[in-house]
């Protein structure tokens, strides 16, 4: 084993005991594993303390230029996922995905330095790639309807999606959230769920609607009739739900309605309907699970002027003093 390929595993194991969620560990290891393939092929280093400032400069100049799936960290998976098959294949990386893997690679090295395995660290002057952010658009209330019209909820499959996609504009909660919930989670008394394992590892509670109240004793209802899963949202065989399963399911009904919906923006428009209609910072942030209303404001601040304007007019004191 190689240098490189031991502190990884290093990393890896570290990250482990910090109890940090599959999804950030699937993460840091391909992100990883890509640069150590770069390191050794375009510069035949296998030892993190050869790795300097200049090579991370070049990697990530070389990862604007060869395109997207030209390198997997896994040969394994060509024969699973056949990147070489996408339509994208070859096309630009976004900043966004860029940014990531510089953030991971700074991980890693600063933990290397810090546990005082290298001497030098490489990513000291190596500042954070800070893409621009897209507004996430606000779907209006008629193509709301026009995508959960679009639902065939004869079928378990869609009915499942269907009520998950209004539970996430209702709650806020993540995809992921959804499909890990438990019947025992929901409180139906108090209109309230437990999310046990969030992103963030932390508990929390969020909020329904009398009118999701109404249609989730309905699901589990029709759930119970052909499933005896421990989970609110399971599969037709009673297991996990996959979130990649549910995220391709909105884009097939999205399309169909002419209406383009990812989970994310879901829960992205549940934060702008709250504060348009007069919620506060300071309850949104609890809702959704971030660390401080700052979070929540860098994340949710892209309002359009159109959309500043109607909550404008909510709140105008003119428009609702005498005089």
Request: glycine letters at 4%; aromatic letters at 12%; one cysteine or more.
């Amino acid at each position: 084993m190689d240098n490189f390929e031991f502190q990884l595993d290093n990393f890896l194991l570290y990250c482990d005991s910090k109890n940090l969620s599959r999804k950030t560990l699937a993460s840091y290891e391909q992100s990883l594993r890509l640069f150590q393939i770069y390191l050794q092929q375009e510069h035949d280093i296998s030892s993190v303390e050869k790795v300097s400032s200049a090579h991370i400069r070049q990697y990530i100049k070389n990862l604007r230029e060869r395109g997207k799936y030209s390198v997997v960290s896994n040969e394994s998976s060509m024969t699973k996922n056949y990147p070489d098959r996408r339509s994208d294949l070859g096309k630009t990386i976004s900043d966004t995905t860029i940014s990531n893997y510089l953030r991971n690679i700074k991980v890693f090295f600063n933990f290397l330095y810090n546990e005082k395995e290298i001497m030098r660290n490489p990513v000291d002057n190596i500042p954070a790639i800070k893409p621009s952010r897209k507004q996430k658009k606000l779907l209006t209330p008629d193509e709301l309807r026009r995508f959960f019209k679009h639902f065939d909820v004869t079928t378990f499959h869609n009915y499942r999606a269907w009520l998950q996609c209004r539970l996430i504009l209702d709650t806020g909660i993540r995809a992921g959230e959804s499909c890990e919930l438990l019947p025992e989670d929901i409180d139906f008394q108090y209109n309230s769920i437990l999310i046990r394992n969030p992103k963030n590892n932390k508990e929390r509670y969020v909020y329904f609607s009398r009118k999701m109240n109404v249609e989730l004793k309905r699901w589990m209802k029709y759930r119970d009739r052909y499933s005896d899963s421990p989970y609110v949202f399971p599969t037709t065989r009673g297991t996990k739900q996959d979130v990649r399963n549910f995220e391709r399911a909105l884009k097939k009904v999205g399309d169909k309605a002419g209406v383009s919906v990812h989970p994310h923006q879901l829960r992205n428009n549940f934060a702008k309907y709250y504060l348009l209609n007069g919620g506060d910072w300071s309850t949104l942030s609890r809702i959704l699970g971030h660390s401080s209303a700052e979070v929540t404001q860098k994340a949710y601040v892209d309002f359009t002027e159109e959309e500043i304007g109607k909550k404008y007019q909510k709140h105008s004191p003119m428009n609702f003093l005498d005089i």
